[in-house]
């Protein structure tokens, strides 16, 4: 079992990837006509500005502490969107949605093809005696990081793709739980612990394992 001290390293070794994940948000906002994150001086690289007391604080700790160091769960600050200044709100809701995801996929794509120059390097979490492995584990949590957030749970990434086909009547339905996502998601990791790890084994290993060429 990995101590607690060792999923706070991965979790300081993928924050940047996460700031990335916000940054992507509102900059693809700001090109579609929204500037709510430029002028809340979200699309800058300091982490200060991305860090959320409660999400990337608070409750990471406090499920590391309860969980015996077995499992973790936070975010950065949300960018601040208004949909209103997009020129077609659906499009704009539907692309700033995917961009955040999008950056993730191209950080593994990239960590994942500079590891092959480090053939030796294994793929321990926690463990972190290379460069190779190094770049093994910022390949796997910016696709963890991807898919978890394409889940077609409010108010995560993947809802926003939802949104864009569903009729006006059931996409405010469906936007309306927002509120209560993060209630479900971690209650649903928490009740049922391999519901998340069969998620990533259908999603996330393969595509590791083809970039990276590691087992």
């Avoid at 997009?86 to 692309?95: A, H, N």
């Avoid at 995917?98 to 994942?112: C, E």
Wanted: aromatic share 12%.
């Amino acid at each position: 079992m990995q101590s607690i001290f060792q999923h706070l390293i991965e979790f300081v070794i993928i924050f940047p990837a996460i700031v990335l994940h916000e940054i992507s948000h509102g900059y693809v906002a700001y090109r579609l006509g929204d500037a709510t994150a430029k002028r809340a001086g979200r699309l800058t690289l300091n982490p200060l500005a991305h860090i959320d007391p409660i999400g990337t604080v608070v409750l990471p700790i406090t499920m590391l502490v309860l969980s015996g160091g077995s499992y973790f769960f936070g975010w950065a600050k949300p960018v601040p969107i208004d949909p209103r200044n997009f020129r077609d709100e659906r499009t704009g809701m539907l692309l700033t949605g995917i961009a955040g995801p999008g950056m993730n996929v191209v950080l593994a794509l990239v960590a994942g093809l500079v590891s092959r120059a480090f053939p030796a390097a294994v793929f321990a979490p926690g463990q972190f005696t290379s460069i190779g492995s190094l770049l093994l584990f910022f390949c796997y949590g910016n696709l963890v990081l991807a898919f978890f957030n394409l889940i077609p749970i409010p108010p995560l990434d993947g809802s926003r793709v939802v949104q864009w086909f569903l009729p006006d009547t059931a996409r405010n339905t469906y936007s309306s739980i927002a509120r209560y996502g993060f209630v479900i998601l971690i209650g649903a990791t928490w009740m049922i612990p391999g519901l998340f790890g069969a998620y990533l084994a259908v999603t996330v290993v393969p595509i590791f394992g083809l970039l990276t060429g590691a087992q």
